[in-house]
């Protein structure tokens, strides 16, 4: 079970991420077990497990991080704050679109909560560090409270290829009394995953830096090449 007590606001040195991360994983969207958003209002993107193997010492747990989706299939603007999907007759007409790297909370286990048997990455995107946060408590305004928050939404993407960089972990996995004490938890893990991006040592993998270690730039060109 979840320990009680408050949780730490950011986690993962200051200075930047350390070995073993960044971690990078990629690979087409798959359906899941059809939970996160229809049970839990928490839209999830999951991508097959595969690539963990080149990773064997990675725990079980709940971590932060970024991802980019292959503009041929999904773009999002960011001036805007909107996304879409690309048809395929609309492929060649987008290819040259840079991808959006977004900031992103996963976990990667067997949830505890819901008994799974099978090894699972899911993510859930959220919106650049720039918009405001839909899981940040406002006291002012009861829409926020705990067990009413909207989790941010994008449009189906099934079969767009992703790729993830795992920047720093945020804890392991627990079981809980009720499924309000889990997705509160998760709430909090989106503003714990916002809080330690938005500092300087990982800012340059989400924004177009050029002040910033020649290892950062080539991530995040990693990150865009599909």
């Keep these: 079970m979840r320990p009680a007590g408050p949780r730490d606001p950011v986690t993962g040195p200051e200075s930047g991420p350390e070995p073993p991360y960044p971690v990078r994983l990629s690979g087409p969207v798959i359906k899941g077990f059809g ?23 990675l725990q079980t747990g709940v971590y932060y991080g970024v991802v980019a989706l292959d503009p041929t299939r999904f773009i999002y603007d ?29 976990s990667i286990g067997y949830n505890p909560f819901y ?5 699972s990455v899911e993510i859930h995107i959220m919106p650049p560090l720039s918009s405001p946060s839909p899981t940040a408590l406002h006291a002012s ?21 992703l790729n993830l960089l795992i920047l720093g972990y945020i804890r392991p996995e627990y079981d809980y009394i ?8 998760i709430r909090v893990d989106c503003e714990v995953a916002r809080t330690s ?13 050029e002040d910033v270690p020649d290892s950062v730039k080539e991530q995040r ?3 865009r090449t599909f």
Aim: aromatic content about 6%.
């Design 35 to 57: 939970r996160g958003s229809k049970e839990l209002g928490i839209p999830t993107a999951n991508i097959p497990p595969d690539g963990l193997s080149q990773y064997p010492d």
């Design 178 to 185: 009720s499924v309000d004490a889990l997705v509160e938890d």
């Design 78 to 106: 960011k001036e805007k704050s909107t996304a879409q999907t690309v048809s395929n007759t609309a492929e060649n007409n987008v290819s040259t679109k840079t991808p959006t790297i977004l900031p992103a909370v996963l």
């Design 141 to 161: 305004d009861p829409a926020t409270k705990p067990g009413s928050v909207v989790f941010h939404k994008l449009p189906d993407f099934y079969s767009t290829n």
């Design 221 to 223: 060109n990693w990150l």
């Design 115 to 119: 008994k799974n048997t099978i090894r």
């Design 197 to 209: 991006l938005a500092r300087k040592g990982y800012a340059g993998y989400l924004e177009d830096d």
